[in-house]
């Protein structure tokens, strides 16, 4: 996930682990705990062509994304496509590009996109939470790649990492110009706030967090100061959970962190506290066996703290479909660490699923 509920869902969590007993004061420097293991969110690739693009979801908001072309593509054809979203609270610069640079090395064209008040797509007030939203910049993006020339509308799929799983799943349900569907370490960002990890998070928990921001409202409808929730912390301490570590590793330290232009580091993957509650209503795995016969493909590592996300959404989706467990990965390790992501079996999806005439 980005973060957006780690707080949240770390604090319910913690209700039931032992103290360490430290002082929470002593911080830590802001530096990887692990570069290694072949993380390259920053990747770039001489066998493909980038170019910025934009484009109007069904709202009139432009969102804006990154489209890869294979250079050795074959223009004269109309080829498959792949739409990479990336992580809740994240900008396509991070784990997203490397995803559409990856596949398109892979010989298909795709576009990673900013999600609608993130990045560099439109949207007030910032970071702000609105998954119906999210789902429609997924079709708008199907929109424009399916009337560019060298693309076969009838060819496209999508692949939704951390939150973005959710997303396009929700998408998927109600556009079935969507042929394939992938996620990777996926969040059910509805689930992860309702009820935390492992349902860790009480009823009466839940309804405190909604009740804080609902009062919110009044402060900011008259005026008052827009208040963040979640998201990563700035720095370490000797108190900090595993799982906020592990994400820290990744959004600020120089191994994916990344500041869109006009935003401000501290508030990169912290959403607006009072329209983060929306996700209490946000249930993407519902019908989801609705999307079958479109095949689906859930990645998620072995040790990945989002596991159960990915099963869940396995047992529940309709066939074909399939549950890939990546030895040795961790939640985060699959946003970036290019030799544990199991490209060969999504580049085997895709050339299956989206192959002349099989997507029909």
Known sequence: MNTCVISNFLKAAAAGMATVGMAATLIMPAMAEDMSKGATNFFTSDKVIVQKVTFKNQYQMKVTGNLFIPRNLDRSAKNPAIIVGHPMGAVKEQSANLYAAKMAERGFVTLSLDLSFWGESEGQPRNAVLPDLYAEDYSAAVDYLGTQSIVDRQRIGVIGVCGSGSFVISAAKIDPRMKAIATVSMYDMGAANRNALNHSQTLEQRKK????????????????????????DPELNKDTHPIQREFFDFYRTPRGEYTPKGSSPKLTTHPTLTSNVKFMNFYP?????TISP?????????????????????????????????????????YDRVNLIPWDKLTAFFNKHLAQGAAR
Do not use: C, W
Request: zero cysteines; hydrophobic letters at 35%.
């Open 294 to 334: 479109r095949p689906m493909l859930f990645i998620t590592g072995d040790a990945a703290h989002s596991r159960e996300f990915s099963e869940e959404a396995y047992k529940l989706a309709g066939e074909p479909k399939e549950l890939h467990i990546v030895p040795g990965a961790g939640h985060v390790d699959l």
């Open 285 to 289: 795995f519902n019908d989801i066996e």
């Open 209 to 232: 967090i909604i009740a804080e921001a609902a009062e919110q409202r009044y402060v900011e409808f008259t005026g008052g100061k827009t208040r963040y929730t979640s998201g990563t």
